[in-house]
């Protein structure tokens, strides 16, 4: 008999050894409080499936869709109905489940209307209605989802034999011995990651037309029992639209197509490129800024969510506003910190830096006015050792061939800028939309991006540990949710900082900060899933990524100089 202690009350019970999570569950069930169905588990912190069976004594923790790692496995669960009802309705169709839009997922969906068609056609609404209906149906049928283990070279086989080449380039490169596959019905498909046991567990979802594909609905986050609330995100798209344009241009368009790139010895190339389309956007951002500025444009606002590259990205701007002839005069929204003692504080106690009441924003607003008409403005320094708004004489004053620009997480709210007219300003968007996915149903989130970029950058300033920075990790997100995701379709521009090559960059210096997070503590589960994904990437090393490019501002080795 097993040993079996439940996180969620406390209690210790013995079951027979190979016993599943669900017979586990079934057993606690009525001591658990859950507001919301459970759909998975950890066990010693790492996520597992309702289904995996237990041969040890072990901690086991419940989940419903608001925790993360169960709303991943929820909607990777409805992608893979989405897929099987495409199949079912449309033989042949290909099926890319590309990234997060609008609080849903967007899927690019090549429909084949005849076994012998050649060329997609357009997807028409009556399409979208049939495969809801199909969808539905499976779900109705509550039709299981069985994970089978194999040989990866048998893996290879079952999805060379139907054609799945992004499967098949991911796991030959994967170096894996084993490789899980799972079916519904008999649709085959992959997933790095657990699923529910069976379709009927998803009871919320949606689907709709969106643009020249479809639009995956899934649950909100903190209400699972109802959709997440649409948000329009027009300039969004086009932004990923562009990242799938660059994709193209490097023809990759999963992590196999990475890994066989590196196989052949084109990690240079592969930087090298990335950073050129990179710098040919900021090239044309700055040459825009600098059209306007004949007109009436004299500030620059900057923002995008955490480890986005928001300050290297300023500073590269800047060398290209003066190559356009203007000269950029730059200050941070931080130095308008309210005194500590007055910050707002989260219901934990501790202080709410995100909030937009953490800035003086009404003094920074009287100032950029004053800058704007030509007037000398004397700026605050904020002191972060003492927590005090300092003024140490430092003036600033706007000259005729000068732009001002702001960067921070709350430059595009328009509580900063209340008072200065909307044809001065020109406002940025940045952020790291993950510009690859390890394959066509498998997407990498663009936060994991960012999550890894933010552990690597903290170890090696020696800010926080991996664990440290992993446990602020939902924090951080709440907050950008709150006070950057608002205001991010009113940017003028949007910039994408990731690289194709990231993923195998990251790696290297990843794999042994994370390694140090101890089994036992909850952020194990966390570090075990990105080190799982992050594996998929055969590892690239640094030295050939330039001084000058943002990934140096996580990495190191950046010729740019940064204040704190």
């Known amino acids: 008999m097993l040993q079996i202690r439940c996180k ?15 017979d586990v569950y079934q057993e606690f069930a009525a001591d658990i409080h859950l507001p919301y169905p ?32 169960g709303h991943r496995v929820y909607v990777r669960s409805l992608s893979f109905v989405l897929y099987k009802a495409t199949q079912d309705l449309f033989p042949g169709s290909k099926l890319f489940i590309e990234h997060s839009l609008c609080r849903g997922y967007y899927c690019n969906f090549k429909k084949r209307g005849q076994p012998q068609q050649k060329d997609a056609s357009p997807v028409t609404d009556d399409d979208v209605e049939n495969i809801r209906q199909r969808m ?7 039709m299981p989802f069985r994970r089978t283990e194999a040989t990866t070279e048998e893996a290879i086989r079952v999805f060379s034999d139907r054609g799945f080449s992004d499967k098949v380039k991911l796991l030959e490169t994967s170096g894996q011995l084993y490789s ?35 639009l995956l609905r899934v649950p909100d986050w903190n209400q699972p029992d109802r959709l997440a609330e649409k948000m329009e995100q027009p300039k969004t798209f086009e932004m990923f639209a562009e990242k799938t344009h660059w994709d193209i241009i490097m023809r990759l368009s999963n992590a196999g197509d990475v890994n066989k790139a ?62 356009c002839g203007l000269r950029p005069l730059s200050f941070s929204t931080d130095d308008y910190f309210v005194n500590r003692v007055d910050t707002p504080k989260l219901p934990n106690g501790d202080y709410d830096f995100d909030n937009i009441a953490a800035v003086d924003y009404e003094l920074l ?50 509580l900063l800028t209340r008072t200065v007219p909307d044809e001065t300003k020109f406002k940025i968007y940045i952020s790291a939309l993950t510009s690859i996915s390890l394959d066509d149903h498998n997407w990498i989130p663009t936060r994991d991006n960012r999550l890894l970029r933010r552990i690597i950058r ?6 926080f540990t991996a664990r440290q920075t992993i446990a602020q990790w939902k924090n951080v997100c709440e907050a950008e949710d709150k006070w950057i995701s608002p205001f991010q379709e009113t940017a003028d521009v949007m910039f994408n900082s990731a690289l194709n090559i990231e993923f195998a960059v990251l790696r290297t210096h990843a ?6 997070i101890p089994r036992n503590c909850p952020e194990y589960g966390e570090a075990h899933r990105l080190l799982k994904f992050i594996h998929f990437f055969l590892p690239v090393s640094d030295q050939e990524i330039p001084p000058t490019s943002i990934m140096r501002e996580f990495v190191g080795g950046s010729s740019f100089k940064y204040d704190r």
Request: proline content about 3%; aromatic content about 8%.
């Open 8 to 22: 969620n009350n406390g209690i210790t019970k013995s079951f027979p050894e190979g016993s599943s999570l669900l």
């Open 38 to 69: 459970v759909v998975s588990a950890k066990v010693n912190n790492v996520s597992q499936g309702l289904k995996f069976r237990l041969f040890q004594n072990r901690d086991v923790e419940f989940l419903d869709a608001r925790e993360g790692s």
């Open 136 to 142: 539905q149906e499976i779900i109705d049928l509550d």
């Open 180 to 214: 899980d596959y799972y079916t519904l019905g008999d649709t085959v498909d992959y997933y790095y990651g657990p699923l529910v046991p069976s379709a009927g567990y998803l009871k919320v979802w949606g689907l709709e037309r969106y643009e020249d594909g479809l």
């Open 262 to 323: 590196i196989m052949r010895g084109h990690a240079s190339e592969l930087i090298q490129v990335s950073e050129a389309l990179q710098e040919k956007k900021i090239v044309q951002i700055a040459e825009e800024i600098a059209q306007r500025v004949k007109q009436e444009t004299r500030l620059v606002l900057i923002t995008g969510p955490s480890s986005s590259g928001k300050t290297t990205f300023c500073k590269r701007l800047s060398i290209q506003l003066l190559a």
């Open 365 to 414: 607003e009287d100032h950029l006015v004053r800058l704007m008409k030509g007037e000398t403005v004397e700026v605050p320094e904020y002191n972060f050792t003492t927590g005090l708004r300092e003024w140490n004489g430092k003036r600033l004053k706007l000259q005729r061939d000068a732009v001002l620009i702001i960067e921070g997480i709350h430059a595009l709210n328009p």
């Open 458 to 463: 903290d170890y090696n300033k020696g800010a």
């Open 511 to 516: 794999e042994l900060i994370l390694a140090q």
